[in-house]
């Protein structure tokens, strides 16, 4: 138990450092396309190596049956250790120069999450919930075509940045390397949190649940 626990927070810690390097990316492209597109990279990686994503195995509770309370406390640590993961390298970012690069850009998106309604944030992350249910599902459906499956990573992390969704192991990446964590901040991020778990559920609960349930009526 303690072994998969740490390993848990390893893997999830190396997953909050993917998304803080491809958050960095996207801050440092001067056009939006590109860094989202590029921001893509945190997700494949995270997918291919197989590292914890709080946005990526949150839709699974849903399906887990006897198991939701023991994948729920899984689920807890994967939220700490990519907090973790991401604080660390926007603290890491903020003593380079990189931070010349990127320093107003990521302020601005704070201060736009702060100044935001509650309601508004709430709804952007269920969408950014569903989307993200979407890619890693499909990157693990092998019944899509190879090559469609890491298409499908990088057309739903650029929906979401492209629409801005919110994506609350992103912001705490944000947060990090804007050095404006706070309570009020914090809050946001368990908002977010919040928002994410019920759209992976939801769309997750109609990819795996629906067909169960027509085959009985059939």
């Not at 569903?130 to 019944?143: C, R």
């Amino acid at each position: 138990m303690f072994r998969k626990t740490i390993k848990t927070l390893l893997d999830a810690f190396f997953a909050g450092v993917f998304i803080g390097i491809a958050g960095t990316v996207y801050l440092c492209s001067a056009n939006a396309v590109t860094g989202a597109f590029l921001f893509g990279f945190g997700l494949l990686t995270i997918v291919c190596f197989q590292l914890k994503l709080y946005t990526g195995a949150i839709g699974y509770l849903v399906a887990q049956g006897s198991n939701f309370f023991r994948y729920l406390w899984e689920l807890l640590l994967i939220w700490i250790g990519n907090f973790a993961g991401c604080f660390a390298v926007g603290f890491a970012v903020r003593h380079t120069r990189t931070l010349g690069v990127i320093g107003e850009k990521v302020e601005a998106i704070v201060r736009t999450k702060i100044a935001d309604q509650p309601t508004s944030l709430l709804i952007l992350s269920i969408f950014c919930g569903m989307l993200m249910f979407t890619a890693v599902d499909a990157f693990k459906n092998d019944k899509l075509p190879a090559v469609c499956r890491p298409v499908m990573v990088f057309l739903c992390v650029m929906v979401f940045i492209l629409s801005g969704f919110e994506h609350c192991i992103a912001n705490m990446y944000y947060f990090s390397a804007a050095d404006m964590w706070s309570w009020q901040t914090l809050d946001l991020t368990l908002l977010m949190t919040l928002g994410n778990s019920i759209g992976g559920n939801l769309f997750a609960a109609l990819v795996k649940l629906s067909p169960r349930l027509a085959a009985k009526v059939d």
